[in-house]
């Protein structure tokens, strides 16, 4: 895997983007999400891995996967964010960045969705700026490529 890869990985019903909940979450679906970043890791030379798995274990794996070796992760970890300290274990355990992405803006929903076991372990987090929050973590993720201490000195 190339140090100029980033890992892509989302959590359970984003398969169902497009579909699902519209009026929260839009009408673009994952694919469209998938060419997003693609569109965008391209213009910086990076490559993308792209996953989604309804599967906490599975996403478990995946960020094993994904710890040591690439240019960064981002994550929309979906309703595990409420829920999962495997995952954030999982990622705590990382020695790339990690940028926490929602679609919606979780913190004007119900109070559930305003806790994070991702937030606390993440280099930075995104919410409500639609699908555009993952173009947005590939670009700041280009920026630390170019500055290696940008995770020191932010
Ligand atoms: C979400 C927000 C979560 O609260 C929810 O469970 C999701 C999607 C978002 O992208 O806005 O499935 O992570």
Redesign the pocket.
């Known amino acids: 895997m190339s140090s100029q890869t980033i890992h892509i990985l989302n959590g359970p019903?984003?398969n169902l983007l497009g579909t699902r909940q519209p009026e929260v979450?839009g009408r673009d679906t994952l694919h469209d999400v998938e060419t997003l970043c693609r569109r965008v890791a391209a213009e910086y030379d990076l490559a993308i891995l792209f996953h989604q798995s309804n599967h906490e274990g599975e996403i478990v794996e995946m960020i094993h996967e994904a710890r040591t070796e690439g240019l960064g992760i981002v994550i929309?970890p979906?309703?595990y964010?409420?829920t999962s300290i495997a995952i954030r274990d999982a990622l705590a355990s990382c020695e790339i960045p990690i940028y926490e992405v929602?679609?919606?803006n979780?913190h004007r929903r119900e109070a559930f969705?305003h806790h994070s076991y991702v937030s606390g372990v993440a280099t930075g987090v995104i919410a409500g700026l639609g699908i555009e929050g993952y173009a947005a973590a590939i670009r700041v993720l280009s920026h630390a490529e170019k500055r290696p201490n940008f995770e020191l000195n932010p």
């Open positions: 019903n984003l979450y929309n979906a309703a964010t409420h929602h679609i919606s979780v969705r």
